[in-house]
């Protein structure tokens, strides 16, 4: 058996006259990885960020499940959401999103530190996760001194962090080439569903989307297919 830790149903979201997503309904197994699949301005980035809360959506409403019940995301206010993102999500994207003046290790203590953690207990469980996802010894690099590969792994850590039960990323491999994709991919995996946490990816990369446990494909804001990888 297993349970949902997002349960979206009739998700649509209009810009304009676009219409990003046209009634999606979509749940997310707690421990899966779902890579969401689909040509440019499918729908994807605007359906992560509604699972997320970071967009609310026109109709529809989208669930989260936790120890502590269930939370209806949609019927929160821009604050709770915002802290909800906070405690229980973390986030990769394309370009990792450091903040380039700040070293390593105080990229991914900044997540703890927002949720209240003193800086030096912060840059000890940051410096924890570093190691874990490969980088001890890096932890004092500015983001500017790490290659591509090494700073997706930063931003990884700190989606990490603070123990988020899932974790969102929107083409995390995007830039690298196809060698550092596939680490990060791993690395990527190892943190999140090697922890039993949840992920759930965008990619348009199907090398990626097949170490994944589930693909949804996307067109025209509709989730038109549905498929696990040979
Ligand atoms: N903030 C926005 N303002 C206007 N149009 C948007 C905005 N976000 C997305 N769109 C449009 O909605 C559609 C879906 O976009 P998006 O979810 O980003 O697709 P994808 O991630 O699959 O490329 C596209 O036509 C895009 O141009
Ligand atoms: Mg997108």
Not at 27 to 55: D, F, N, P, W, Y
Not at 63 to 86: K, M, N
Not at 102 to 122: C, D, H, I, K, Q
Not at 190 to 200: A, E, K, N
Request: hydrophobic share 45%; charged share 20%; aromatic share 4%.
């Amino acid at each position: 058996m297993s349970s949902f830790v997002i349960e979206a149903s009739g998700l649509s979201k209009s810009f304009g006259s676009t219409h990003a997503l046209a009634g999606v309904d979509l749940s997310v197994r707690q421990g899966e990885s779902l890579a969401i699949m689909g040509a440019s301005g499918s729908g994807k980035t605007t359906l992560l960020h509604c699972l997320a809360g970071i967009t609310r959506p026109d109709r529809g409403t989208v669930g989260f499940h936790s120890g502590a019940g269930r939370v209806d995301v949609t019927a929160l206010s821009e604050r709770e959401r915002s802290r909800l993102r906070r405690e229980a999500f973390g986030f990769v994207f394309q370009q990792g999103l450091l903040i380039p003046e700040l070293t390593a290790v105080e990229n991914v203590a900044l997540a703890l530190m927002l949720n209240g953690m003193p800086r030096a207990r912060a840059e000890e469980y940051g410096a924890g996760w570093l190691a874990a996802l490969g980088l001890a010894g890096l932890e004092q690099r500015r983001i500017g001194q790490l290659s591509g590969g090494q700073a997706q792994r930063v931003a990884i850590a700190r989606a990490q962090v603070t123990g988020a039960s899932v974790v969102f990323a929107d083409e995390p491999t995007g830039a690298l080439d196809s060698a550092t994709s596939s680490d990060v991919m791993g690395a990527l995996l190892d943190s999140t569903v090697g922890q039993g946490r949840t992920l759930v990816l965008v990619t348009h990369d199907a090398g990626v989307a097949g170490r994944c446990s589930r693909i949804v494909d996307m067109r025209d804001g509709r989730v038109v297919a549905e498929r696990v990888p040979a």
